[in-house]
């Protein structure tokens, strides 16, 4: 797989459930990234996990990160019909480097 | 809560013509970005920008892009000769710092553009 790329690609679930996104990437980081995307709109910050760091949380968001295994994983829980959106992760290409590598995004629904 | 702005939100322009996209980064940021998303593909990097410089750049940035800091507060994307495969959302984004465990880069809302 490609630097940065998320499982699986779409996922529909009721509102109240959790909802679990994963990524994997090649290369040594520094951190990782998660964003947001509402269809056709701007990419919403959600939350940096460094590379020391295994598990962060932020409001109904708890990212993990296993470095050994290259992978990174968002959970929301509860989830709401507004958690409709694309979700991306985002690493540097390679340790220190300025250009943010996105995979192709987890689109994820939520019924009513 | 400060943001990144883009201006227009959608430009729609011929082939072979010029177009400028604008950026206003967050005030206290010295790192500048853009990048762009093919309609259902990945955001792709275009280019980084720092202290007045181009600082890193895709294979996508060829000659017909330019990036300029204009003044103090924005922040340009130039295509000379737009092609059809130009048509793409444009977003700037901002940090505070660049290289480290913990720059965040904040995204604006995007700018489509359409080249007929």
């Known amino acids: 797989s490609q630097q940065g790329e998320e499982d699986p690609q779409a996922?529909?679930?009721?509102?109240?459930?959790?909802?679990?996104?994963?990524?994997?990437?090649?290369?040594?980081?520094?951190?990782?990234?998660?964003?947001?995307?509402?269809?056709?709109?701007?990419?919403?910050?959600?939350?940096?996990?460094?590379?020391?760091?295994?598990?962060?949380?932020?409001?109904r968001l708890r990212v993990t990160l296993d470095t050994s295994k290259k992978s990174s994983?968002?959970?929301?829980?509860?989830?709401?019909?507004?958690?409709?959106?694309?979700?991306?992760?985002?690493?540097p290409e390679h340790q220190g480097a300025q250009k943010l590598v996105f995979g192709q995004g987890t689109r994820l629904t939520i019924n009513p | 809560e400060p943001e990144v702005t883009q201006t227009p939100s959608h430009q729609v322009t011929q082939m072979g013509q010029e177009v400028i996209l604008r950026c206003v980064p967050i005030s206290n940021h010295l790192y500048f970005?853009?990048?762009?998303?093919?309609?259902?593909?990945?955001?792709?990097?275009?280019?980084?920008?720092?202290?007045?410089?181009?600082?890193?750049?895709?294979e996508i940035f060829d000659d017909q892009f330019s990036v300029e800091r204009p003044d103090g507060s924005n922040f340009t994307l130039k295509i000379r000769s737009t092609k059809l495969e130009d048509s793409a959302m444009y977003f700037c984004?901002?940090?505070?710092?660049?290289?480290?465990?913990t720059d965040t880069q904040y995204f604006?809302?995007?700018t489509r553009l359409t080249v007929l």
Request: charged share 15%.
């Open chain 1, 73 to 91: 994983s968002l959970l929301i829980t509860a989830s709401r019909a507004a958690d409709t959106a694309s979700y991306f992760c985002a690493t």
């Open chain 2, 93 to 101: 984004a901002s940090s505070q710092t660049s290289g480290g465990s």
């Open chain 1, 11 to 59: 996922l529909s679930i009721q509102e109240g459930e959790n909802a679990t996104m994963n990524c994997s990437y090649k290369t040594s980081i520094n951190n990782l990234q998660w964003y947001r995307q509402n269809s056709g709109r701007g990419l919403v910050h959600l939350i940096l996990i460094r590379s020391n760091e295994r598990e962060k949380h932020s409001g």
């Open chain 2, 108 to 110: 604006g809302p995007g």
């Open chain 2, 33 to 58: 970005y853009w990048y762009r998303q093919i309609l259902g593909q990945k955001v792709e990097f275009l280019v980084s920008f720092y202290n007045n410089e181009i600082s890193e750049k895709s």
